[in-house]
């Protein structure tokens, strides 16, 4: 009970901070809600002072909140660092911004948080930590490529043009013109009103291994705009936070690759040199074969491009064809049956009945991730339709309103809010989906064999295919060839 009462004293809510501040005596310094303390500037190497607040924000954590300013020659800087321990994933968030309260949504961006802007082709690498809004980051972006620009027009003019593109995209955005005069500003800004859509819609997103970053959601975790995932670290992440000693040498990178991966003839990776269809630079292929328990092998190929960040990835079943189709229902309900992994084939078609989802074989390709995983690539995938203002986005506007309660209904699923059937109908019989009660039956699935139709088999290929009497061909063409010889 002392712990519970304790806690608010040192992580009070920002809300108390100000009524505390406005309430308290000056004269009274414990009751004051911020710490001061007088630090080095680095700038003019004077006394300056540091302050920092301790306090919590609503749907994230406690943070620790720091300003420094120095009296003699005018420096400041403030920075947020997390008060609570590393998560055991790391987080990803995505929004759209199509309006201008979009704006003001608030953003919190660990030191080791990493924020890509698409549409710009712009990637903020890790810096210092920061409690801002969107449009806060976007002006201090535009601040930052700004201080350059008059030495790159002189130096490379082709960096100041492509630059100042982004510069300008940004201003748009926010709505910032320095070359108008002050009152027409005021004015246009005035008419602005938060329902205003902004000049370019584009999309923010937050990647921070370290989990300690957030990005405000609208009323619920069920924003439209709004999306958040987590994935598992990878060993090269967890060495920059700091959680994995780092690779001194080879041997030690041996033993790493070793532990993380355990060896075995199967555990070989095949690399294949090929041309990116986007940039027509050369890339390679990589191959490796994956031994899925209770299942079959199976091929997962993935290719990168180091020049335009090309990615593709794809699986292929290691065995030979199935006589039998297979047809998989899982009754999903509750978060646990996200995290089942999942197999969805090239020729496997996926449907959700509950919400009238259809995927059509062919759709997403060959995947192998978790449950979890695969509804989230079919919900960006969708989100994209939908907010795209082009020829291929939903332009009707009852249409687009029934597509925007589809994906609400899309995202309850992806989060596992409604209880819902997945049911994947594979032909090839090269899908599969984790059974958690392996080598038992799993009673929240169902597996059923089924015999392909002949028009099935036509659309596989399958009907002119000669599989008999390959060792008959052969010899009787022996027979021939010696005859006629």
Same mark, same amino acid.
């Given at each position: 009970?002392?712990?519970?009462?304790?806690?608010?004293?040192?992580?009070?809510?920002?809300?108390?901070?100000?009524?505390?501040?406005?309430?308290?005596?000056?004269?009274?310094?414990?009751?004051?809600?911020?710490?001061?303390?007088?630090?080095?500037?680095?700038?003019?190497?004077?006394? $300056?002072?540091?302050?920092?607040?301790?306090?919590?924000?609503?749907?994230?954590?406690?943070?620790?909140?720091?300003?420094?300013?120095?009296?003699?020659?005018?420096?400041?800087?403030?920075?947020?660092?997390?008060? $609570?321990?590393?998560?055991?994933?790391?987080a990803m968030y995505t929004v759209k911004i199509l309006n201008r309260s979009d704006l003001d949504r608030q953003l919190i961006r660990s030191e080791s948080c990493t924020i890509n802007i698409p549409e710009f082709q712009l990637v903020l690498p890790p810096s210092r930590g920061q409690l801002t809004t969107?449009?806060?980051l976007l002006r201090d972006i535009v601040a930052d490529l700004n201080v350059q620009q008059p030495l790159r027009r002189i130096q490379d003019e082709n960096a100041y043009a492509k630059i100042q593109e982004i510069i300008d995209g940004l201003k748009e955005i926010i709505a910032d013109d320095e070359e108008?005069?002050?009152?027409?500003?005021?004015?246009?800004?005035?008419?602005?009103?938060?329902?205003?859509?902004?000049?370019?819609?584009?999309?923010?997103?937050?990647?921070?291994?370290?989990?300690?970053?957030?990005?405000?959601?609208?009323?619920?975790?069920?924003?439209?705009?709004?999306?958040?995932?987590?994935?598992?670290?990878?060993?090269?992440?967890?060495?920059?936070?700091?959680?994995?000693?780092?690779?001194?040498?080879?041997?030690?990178?041996?033993?790493?690759?070793?532990?993380?991966?355990?060896?075995?003839?199967?555990?070989?990776?095949?690399?294949f040199p090929g041309i990116c269809s986007r940039c027509s630079r050369p890339l390679v292929t990589r191959m490796k074969k994956v031994s899925i328990p209770y299942f079959k092998d199976t091929l997962i190929m993935s290719t990168n491009c180091d020049d335009c960040g090309y990615r593709d990835n794809e699986?292929?079943?290691?065995?030979?064809?199935?006589?039998?189709?297979?047809?998989?229902?899982?009754?999903?309900?509750?978060?646990?049956?996200?995290?089942?992994?999942?197999?969805?084939?090239?020729?496997?078609?996926?449907?959700?009945?509950?919400?009238?989802?259809?995927?059509?074989?062919?759709?997403?390709?060959?995947?192998?991730?978790?449950?979890?995983?695969?509804?989230?690539?079919?919900?960006?995938?969708?989100?994209?339709?939908?907010?795209?203002?082009?020829?291929?986005?939903?332009?009707?506007?009852?249409?687009?309103?029934?597509?925007?309660?589809?994906?609400?209904?899309?995202?309850?699923?992806?989060?596992?809010?409604?209880?819902?059937?997945?049911?994947?109908?594979?032909?090839?019989?090269?899908?599969?989906?984790?059974?958690?009660?392996?080598?038992?039956?799993?009673?929240?699935?169902?597996?059923?064999?089924?015999?392909?139709?002949?028009?099935?088999?036509?659309?596989?290929?399958?009907?002119?295919?000669?599989?008999?009497?390959?060792? $008959?061909?052969?010899?009787?063409?022996?027979?021939?060839?010696?005859?006629?010889?």
């Amino acid at each position: 009970m002392a712990q519970t009462e304790k806690h608010p004293e040192f992580f009070p809510s920002i809300a108390d901070v100000v009524h505390k501040t406005n309430a308290g005596e000056e004269e009274d310094i414990s009751a004051r809600p911020m710490e001061e303390i007088e630090s080095l500037c680095m700038q003019c190497e004077e006394q $300056g002072v540091t302050r920092m607040m301790l306090t919590s924000i609503p749907f994230f954590r406690e943070v620790i909140v720091m300003s420094f300013r120095c009296e003699h020659c005018g420096h400041s800087n403030n920075e947020i660092q997390s008060a $609570g321990k590393i998560r055991p994933e790391g987080a990803m968030y995505t929004v759209k911004i199509l309006n201008r309260s979009d704006l003001d949504r608030q953003l919190i961006r660990s030191e080791s948080c990493t924020i890509n802007i698409p549409e710009f082709q712009l990637v903020l690498p890790p810096s210092r930590g920061q409690l801002t809004t969107v449009e806060g980051l976007l002006r201090d972006i535009v601040a930052d490529l700004n201080v350059q620009q008059p030495l790159r027009r002189i130096q490379d003019e082709n960096a100041y043009a492509k630059i100042q593109e982004i510069i300008d995209g940004l201003k748009e955005i926010i709505a910032d013109d320095e070359e108008e005069d002050e009152g027409k500003d005021k004015l246009e800004k005035k008419d602005l009103s938060k329902e205003d859509p902004v000049a370019r819609v584009i999309t923010i997103t937050l990647d921070d291994p370290s989990g300690n970053s957030f990005l405000e959601f609208v009323d619920s975790m069920s924003d439209l705009k709004w999306n958040m995932r987590t994935y598992e670290r990878s060993l090269e992440q967890n060495r920059q936070l700091g959680l994995a000693p780092p690779a001194e040498d080879k041997e030690e990178n041996v033993v790493d690759e070793t532990e993380q991966q355990p060896g075995g003839p199967d555990e070989e990776v095949f690399e294949f040199p090929g041309i990116c269809s986007r940039c027509s630079r050369p890339l390679v292929t990589r191959m490796k074969k994956v031994s899925i328990p209770y299942f079959k092998d199976t091929l997962i190929m993935s290719t990168n491009c180091d020049d335009c960040g090309y990615r593709d990835n794809e699986i292929k079943s290691g065995a030979a064809i199935s006589e039998l189709g297979k047809k998989i229902t899982l009754k999903v309900e509750d978060r646990d049956d996200l995290s089942r992994d999942i197999l969805k084939s090239d020729t496997s078609g996926l449907s959700i009945p509950e919400i009238d989802l259809v995927l059509h074989p062919g759709t997403l390709g060959g995947r192998f991730t978790t449950l979890e995983g695969i509804l989230d690539q079919v919900y960006e995938e969708l989100t994209e339709k939908v907010f795209n203002t082009g020829d291929s986005g939903v332009a009707d506007v009852d249409d687009r309103a029934a597509f925007q309660e589809f994906l609400r209904k899309l995202k309850q699923v992806k989060n596992a809010e409604i209880p819902f059937t997945l049911i994947l109908d594979d032909p090839l019989a090269n899908s599969y989906v984790q059974n958690l009660y392996a080598p038992d039956p799993d009673p929240n699935m169902e597996v059923v064999a089924y015999e392909r139709t002949w028009q099935q088999n036509e659309d596989l290929g399958l009907n002119d295919m000669n599989v008999e009497s390959y060792s $008959g061909d052969d010899t009787t063409d022996g027979d021939v060839k010696t005859q006629s010889s």
